[in-house]
């Protein structure tokens, strides 16, 4: 590239010194991609991104293109007739990625601020797009629930991070935990974490339960158990997995992990990586991974890696990065994943058996201190998320609705999210995303979302700490807490 332009002056303090012939591209910053905006950027677009001498950045207009390449491209090419230079020389591409994520954080904090989301107080209808709901606490008294699960009859099961296994008989949280569940780790985000009902409970009587099984010198992995409930104890326990001692590890983050059973035997099951990233692309640990099982905790022939040398058997996807949602599609049948992302990035999967989701090679976000990752967002060989939410939402739990209660919301999907404290419901056809809207936000951090055999919509929330479920509202009051749609 032959570069033989200069600030204008009426920037003032920034003098661009020429270069001769491209150069290779400069090492990635180890500066907050804050401090980088403020430096390089703020003279002209403002220190706020709203616009000086150029435009603003957060007004969702885009004369270059709205995509995030186009946005890249003009932060690495310029517009020099306009006045935008070129920062190619000074800039990394993975600064400049951590630029377009940064532009998208404060674009999307420039837009909630201005638009009125549904908080639905007690006994309130909210009308969203398609139903008016209201928000019906079934249960409070709950220490950081996790989960929750129902037995065919009515029984709720709610487990508690810290290790309990509670249960809600007709609204009404009975005082004991279950007694004679794993000993958790319970450090960080690990704990008690799924507890999932077999679909032939009646039947059979398992019941399903993830947790941090604490390992040697303070590590721990995610373990799978299954028992039955009897006199209020957790009886005739058999692990289904566990992975071997040397694969533990001692990082207090990123454990997944949720249940699918696909009504064929097969039990899913996912696990974070750990905090250790390199995992996620390592097919002799668990983490960072979806797995398949058979219900008792056998390794089905067909699973994708069976035979591979050094590699787990159960494992069913790879390149994840912390699993926190697990769904089947209940009409096409497919498993669907979301995926808590780094600061950017939270992804929605579609997982298919063998296939590399990625992480940590490609991924659309950054490190949480703003410095920059990776600008490789794609890769030969490396799936791509159906859609990916950068600023992150922090996204939770996820399930299709499969309810009667509210005809127009049957079978999509519902996600929870923890920082952003909403639930978003996504309509999906021919595998994609056509549709998203913010359903509520602001009354609790959303740590799981399950469509009820009664026919309902469960949310988990954790401070303040309850379980409430969506109910329909007849009567709509009038041009109140419409809840406004969310860009996909
Ligand atoms: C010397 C002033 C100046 C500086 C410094 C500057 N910009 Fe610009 N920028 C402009 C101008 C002027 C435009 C409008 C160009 C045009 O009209 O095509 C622009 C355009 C852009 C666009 C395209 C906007 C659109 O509507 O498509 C982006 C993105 C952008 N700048 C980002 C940045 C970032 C990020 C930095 C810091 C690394 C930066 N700019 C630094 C002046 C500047």
Request: hydrophobic share 35%; charged share 25%; with cysteine.
């Amino acid at each position: 590239m032959f570069n033989t332009f200069r600030a204008p002056l009426t920037c003032g303090l920034l003098v661009f010194a020429p270069l001769a012939w491209a150069q290779s591209s400069p090492q990635p910053s180890r500066r907050d991609v804050a401090d980088v905006y403020a430096s390089l950027c703020a003279n002209c677009h403002g220190p706020k991104l709203e616009g000086a001498l150029g435009p603003s950045l957060v007004d969702d207009t885009w004369k270059s293109g709205a995509d995030d390449e186009s946005i890249a491209r003009s932060i690495r090419e310029g517009q020099l007739p306009a006045g935008m230079p070129a920062f190619s020389a000074a800039l990394s591409p993975q600064d400049i990625r951590a630029l377009v994520i940064y532009i998208r954080e404060q674009g999307a904090e420039r837009r909630s601020k201005g638009t009125a989301f549904a908080k639905p107080a007690a006994d309130k209808a909210v009308r969203s797009e398609l139903h008016a709901f209201k928000l019906e606490t079934v249960t409070e008294g709950l220490d950081t629930p996790w989960s929750v699960a129902f037995l065919p009859d009515g029984r709720m099961l709610v487990t508690e991070k810290e290790g309990r296994l509670r249960v809600v008989e007709k609204g009404r949280l009975l005082p004991e935990p279950i007694r004679g569940t794993p000993a958790v780790w319970s450090k960080g985000q690990g704990g008690l974490l799924d507890v999932a009902v077999h679909p032939d409970y009646a039947k059979n009587g398992w019941i399903y339960l993830s947790y941090s099984d604490p390992g040697a010198n303070g590590s721990a992995m995610t373990a799978i158990v299954r028992g039955k409930l009897r006199e209020g104890r957790f009886v005739e326990q058999q692990t289904l997995f566990r992975a071997p001692p040397g694969l533990y590890r001692n990082a207090g983050v990123h454990f997944g992990s949720r249940f699918v059973f696909d009504g064929k035997g097969h039990l899913f099951f996912s696990i974070g990586e750990r905090g250790h990233k390199e995992d996620a692309q390592d097919l002799s640990r668990p983490n960072g991974k979806v797995h398949r099982i058979h219900e008792d905790g056998s390794i089905p022939k067909d699973n994708p890696f069976v035979g591979r040398k050094g590699a787990l058997p159960s494992i069913w996807s790879y390149g994840n990065r912390n699993p926190q949602g697990l769904a089947q599609h209940p009409v096409t049948g497919e498993l669907w994943e979301t995926e808590h992302g780094p600061r950017g990035g939270d992804e929605l999967n579609r997982i298919e058996p063998g296939r590399n989701y990625g992480w940590p090679v490609i991924t659309y976000g950054m490190n949480y201190d703003g410095t920059p990752m990776t600008d490789r967002t794609a890769q030969e060989g490396m799936e791509q998320p159906v859609l990916h939410w950068t600023p992150s939402i922090a996204v939770c739990a996820a399930d299709f609705y499969t309810g009667s209660h509210f005809p127009q919301w049957k079978n999509d999907l519902f996600v929870g999210a923890l920082a952003q404290q909403e639930v978003r419901r996504l309509r999906i056809e021919g595998g994609k995303v056509v549709h998203q809207e913010v359903l509520f936000k602001d009354v609790g951090r959303v740590r799981d979302v399950v469509s009820s055999p009664d026919g309902y919509l469960y949310v988990a929330f954790n401070g303040p700490d309850r379980i409430a479920r969506l109910v329909p509202a007849p009567v709509v009051e009038p041009a109140s807490g419409k809840a406004p749609s969310a860009k996909p």
